[in-house]
Structures are given as C-alpha cells and as structure tokens.
C-alpha cells in the first residue's frame, strides 16, 4: 500500500500550485492589457486625426487654437480664407516666447533635430524617398507619405531596405549607401543653415543635448567649425555611458546611428520599440530638459514618438512646423501641448532664432 500524503503536506502543493496558476493568469493578463494599449495607439492616432480635421475654421477662431493638421495660408473647409497677417503675428509672439525662455535659463533646451534640417544640403528624407517610389509607380502619396504607403502596401516602409534596393545591394548591412550622404564629387555635403544656427547655439551654451533621427555628420561638422568638439552618441555603449554621468557640452545623440554604422538598428526588436538603454537616456533628457522640435514629421520614428508622450516627458515644447502636420506629430503637440511656430522651413526658424538670440 502507498503512503498517504499527510494533509499539511497537500495544503502545501494545493497552495503552491494556486499561486503559480495566479503567477501564470497574472502574466498572460499583463501581455493581453499590453497587446491592448498598442491597439489602442493606432486606433486613436486615426480617430484623433479625423476629430482634428473637422474642427470647423470658425470655432478654432473663436478659442484661438492652432490646428496642426490644417495648413497655415490655405483655405479652411468653409471657403474662407485665413488670416495670413494674424498668422505672422502669433508665430512672432510664439518665437518671441521661445527667446525669452532660452535667455531666461541658458541650456535648459534640449533639441530634436530630423531630416528636414538635413534637407536643403541634398540629403533626401524618407518621404521624399516615398514620394519618387511613388512618382515612379504613377502614383500620388498626398500630404501624408507613410500614412499612403501603409494605406497602400498593408506594411510600414524599411528606410534601409529603400536605400539599399535603390543601390542595387541585395541584402541589408549595417551601412547605409555612402552616396546618398556625400556630394556627387564623393566629398562631403555642407552644413545647412539649421546646422550651423544649432552648432553656434550649442557652442554657446544656450541649448543641450541635440537629439537627432539623422544619418549624416553635417551637425558635427558645424559644431567643428563653430570653434567646438562634438561629443556624439550612437552605439549602446556610449548611451550607457552618458545615463551613468553629467551629459557634456555640445552633445549630439545620434538615436538611429550613422550612415557609417547603423549596428543600433538591430538592438531593437521592432520599429516601435528602442531597447532599454536608449529609453533610459531619452527619459533622463526629455525628463530634465523642455524641448525644441524643429525637422522632423514624427511619421517614421514610432518609439520616439512613445517616448515624447510618455506623461513624465511631457515638458515645456516648441515646435516648429512646416505645412501640415502628420498625423503623430498632431497627436504629440495636443499631448505635449506644444506651442506651435509655423515655418517655412527649419533653415528660416532656426536662423531666425539665432539671429534673435545673437
């Protein structure tokens, strides 16, 4: 005959495995509220971008609001034309508060610089590579280039797969095509104007740490010719060293790498995640310091857009706009609630709040 199981001994198994089935459901719910949330994310982005578009042009009058997703200078859904002139005085109020604050407290600006900085030295952006994919095609992307492309293709565009099958390389290495990066000569772009108005306000100290999307080095060139040494982050390594320390002068975070090496792209599982030490440098300087937006389109960059809505991140923002906003870059100046400085382009607002801060 077997030995009977005493029954504090069947107490124990019975409790032991009604906390790892709680262990278990606890898991499996976590995973399910996370699948949750990101569903969410997506559905939200589009209803936000319908609510935002019906705003009738009357009503946005009367509050004073800035409506991201209607051009500034064209006609509102009414017929009626807008206020040009009223325009141009609220975004000279809205710099005009920009330069006070950056006189007020020198350095406590970070910035986040995209491709449109990059744009006017022949560097093209993804949407540009959007729109000749589908010029090519005989197609037209509209105002919202990867908005089109997933509406089109049932997928997020690869940057680095369209930069590789247009130079005929089969796979995808950890380089990028040195000739969209370089002068048809085979030397280097110049600085823009955005890079050198960001150079000379890092150099004096009147902003911090520059985030930035782009691949190329004209803004550590510009920092070297403003008379500086750029401290320039864009592996884990060196990520990690700067969350463990005081961040320098004049330091350049480069969160997707460099065209000369791109290895950081694969430390993330997917296009809307970063791995955990990039988050954690981005939450200590998003964190810490306002924020200038200035060239960048939020469309590309999933998990940076994540990290600038994330309510501890959520500081004091300026964002300079070009035309319309994507509808991320909507979502994030209403969650953000940015002020808004409509520009031509990053060229003429950066050089212009140089100049004032000169």
């Not at 960059?301 to 870059?329: I, Q």
Request: aromatic content about 8%; some cysteine.
């Amino acid at each position: 005959m077997g030995s009977k199981v005493p029954r504090h001994m069947e107490s124990v198994e019975s409790s032991t495995y009604r906390q790892c089935r709680f262990t278990k459901l606890t898991r499996l719910a976590a995973e399910t509220l996370s699948l949750l949330v990101w569903c969410m994310d997506f559905w939200t982005d589009g209803i936000f971008w319908k609510l935002a578009s019906w705003v009738p042009d009357g009503a946005q009058k009367r509050s004073g609001a800035f409506n991201p997703c209607r051009p500034v200078g064209k006609r509102c859904s009414r017929g009626k034309s807008r206020h040009v002139a009223a325009a141009s005085s609220s975004n000279a109020r809205t710099m005009a508060e920009l330069v006070a604050a950056i006189r007020a407290a020198p350095g406590r600006f970070a910035v986040l610089a995209g491709a449109g900085i990059s744009n006017s030295a022949g560097i093209m952006t993804g949407d540009d590579w959007l729109h000749a994919q589908a010029a090519r095609d005989g197609l037209d992307t509209g105002l919202q280039p990867v908005a089109w492309y997933r509406e089109t293709y049932g997928s997020f565009p690869n940057y680095f797969r369209m930069l590789h099958e247009a130079a005929g390389l089969r796979t995808v290495r950890d380089v990028l095509p040195r000739e969209y990066f370089t002068s048809a000569t085979g030397g280097d772009h110049q600085p823009t104007p955005s890079h050198r108005a960001l150079a000379e306000l890092a150099v004096t100290g009147r902003i911090g740490p520059i985030l930035t999307t782009n691949f190329d080095r004209l803004l550590e060139k510009a920092i070297v010719e403003a008379g500086a040494s750029p401290t320039v982050a864009l592996s884990l390594d060196s990520f990690t060293e700067m969350s463990s320390s005081s961040l320098p002068n004049c330091l350049v975070v480069k969160l997707h790498g460099d065209y000369l090496d791109i290895k950081i792209r694969d430390t993330s599982p997917s296009i809307y995640t970063y791995h955990p030490i990039i988050d954690t440098l981005l939450d200590q300087i998003l964190g810490r310091f306002d924020l200038i937006v200035c060239g960048w389109s939020a469309s590309w960059d999933m998990a940076l857009g994540r990290a600038l809505g994330r309510p501890a991140n959520r500081r004091r923002t300026f964002w300079l706009l070009r035309g319309t906003a994507s509808v991320e870059a909507a979502r994030l100046i209403t969650l953000r609630r940015a002020h808004v400085i409509p520009v031509p382009g990053s060229d003429v607002g950066l050089s212009q709040l140089f100049r004032a801060l000169a």
